[in-house]
């Protein structure tokens, strides 16, 4: 099994499209629907957790330019 932090941001926008346009045009199994929900769900916190983390490194970065 891998790691949900093992997934690349732009996996994780890719995959979730994926899944968002198969249910927006009916082609999602009802079975699987609410797994496909859920992995959306996980999908994004992850892409938000990656992305606050960025933008910790970034605001780091910029305070260490700020005091040379």
Do not use: F, P
Request: with cysteine.
């Amino acid at each position: 099994m891998t790691k949900k932090s093992e997934i690349s941001y732009n996996e994780a926008i890719q995959e979730m499209e994926t899944i968002l346009g198969k249910i927006e045009n009916e082609d999602m199994d009802v079975d699987k629907l609410s797994l496909s929900v859920k992995r959306v769900s996980l999908l994004m916190k992850l892409c938000r957790g990656k992305l606050r983390k960025t933008e910790s490194e970034v605001e780091k970065i910029l305070n260490e330019m700020d005091e040379k």
